[in-house]
């Protein structure tokens, strides 16, 4: 086990859950962020996110990231990042696994329609449903809605991309409920699960905007890391071809930018002087983060890749037709709730907002494909490109 500074989040130190728990029953050795990342693999938002999109909406090729691969591969690269900086890496692997549960199916696309949809009533966004659906959608346990996380899981996904100086509303509910410190900067954990998600959806999109044939390898070369990166594959693997070079770019690109993290990270801590993790909170500044020359060579890939893939006009026909399936579906459940089934329609308010919310919640926790067969049932067929 690697020795953990003394900034790191500690178990021991939890601020606690919002409601208290037995501690007689039988749930084996496992510390308060053990725990919280194996309520979150065993939540029903968790297993949803197998059938979410993560680029390609209800991709049919069974290669291409979906939420819920991605969520293991920001995992993966969070521990990696915690260890070498001596945080605690269960809390990150929370953090990691936990921070898209709150998308709506076809991403970014259903998330704009349900935000159109509750226009005057507060709107939508993913990051504050991932909060409204940990604490209250979920209801696993007997005596309280929700997982009843540690507060520093909870505030670690409300503030993983830093302060939240205005919080929408379930944000806000949630802050209301168990308050989380929102105007400062969250735990180095929950920082480093924010950018080992950029680190992760960098590059896999990469890779899978390749298999889908939406980017060019000849493309790519326009952006200077990728470039330099393959130069330096080519050189070390010469006559080889390009598609058994390609899963090396990857991993070289990732691994450049994880340990440019890491030492810009060891740099900042250092210079900070932060010794605790009360430290941290009062920084008042990101202490984990690439070097300013790393930082403008992603923020240029991230650039490309949304020129060439994210808004190829394929994805763009494909979004378009997500938006008209979610909002179509909205609409169906406002004029006759029942179609939500017998639970959701008794729980359904009688006013709004949360009529109109309640139902928001019911259309997020869709997968892809069960929003493609709710369209079909309720409003009729759809011409949705599902694969590639």
Not at 50 to 73: M, N, Y
Not at 243 to 269: A, F, H, N, W
Request: contains cysteine; glycine residues 8%; aromatic residues 8%.
């Amino acid at each position: 086990m690697s020795v953990r500074a003394s900034y790191a989040a500690d178990p021991a130190a939890s601020r606690g859950r919002a409601h208290a728990e037995e501690q007689a029953t039988p749930r084996g050795p496992r510390d308060a962020f053990q725990r919280d990342r194996d309520r979150i693999i065993h939540s029903i938002s968790f297993r949803r996110l197998r059938h979410k999109t993560q680029v390609f909406i209800a991709p049919d090729g069974d290669h291409f990231r979906v939420r819920l691969t991605h969520s293991l591969e920001v995992a993966q690269i969070g521990r990696t990042v915690a260890r070498e900086l001596g945080l605690n890496e269960d809390l990150t692997e929370a953090l990691c696994l936990a921070h898209d549960i709150g998308h709506p199916p076809f991403g970014h696309a259903g998330e704009d329609a349900l935000k159109a949809a509750l226009a005057g009533q507060g709107g939508f966004c993913h990051n504050g449903h991932t909060l409204r659906a940990l604490m209250v959608v979920e209801r696993p346990y007997p005596r309280f809605d929700g997982l009843n996380l540690s507060w520093e899981t909870l505030e670690g996904l409300a503030k993983h991309n830093g302060p939240v100086a205005e919080p929408g509303w379930a944000l806000a509910a949630a802050d209301a409920s168990f308050a989380l410190d929102l105007a400062r900067w969250p735990s180095l954990e929950a920082q480093v699960a924010a950018i080992a998600d950029d680190i992760a959806y960098d590059n896999h999109d990469i890779d899978d905007g390749l298999r889908a044939g939406l980017l060019r390898l000849d493309e790519l070369m326009e952006v200077p890391l990728v470039a330099r990166l393959w130069a330096l594959v080519r050189a070390r693997f010469p006559g080889l071809p390009d598609e058994r070079l390609v899963p090396e770019l990857i991993r070289t690109q990732i691994g450049v930018m994880v340990r440019d993290l890491i030492d810009e990270s060891r740099r900042r801590i250092a210079a900070a002087g932060v010794a605790t993790l009360a430290d941290v909170h009062a920084a008042g500044v990101p202490l984990i983060g690439f070097s300013d020359a790393m930082r403008e060579e992603e923020r240029t890939l991230k650039r490309f890749m949304y020129r060439t893939l994210y808004h190829h006009p394929r994805q763009l026909a494909a979004a378009d037709a997500a938006r008209g399936i979610v909002a179509a579906l909205f609409a169906a459940y406002v004029d006759e709730p029942a179609h939500m089934g017998a639970n959701w329609a008794a729980g359904l308010p009688a006013d709004p907002p949360w009529r109109g919310r309640h139902i928001a919640d019911y259309i997020a926790g869709m997968t892809d494909r069960y929003a493609i067969r709710a369209y079909r049932a309720l409003v009729g067929p759809i011409d949705l490109p599902e694969g590639f």
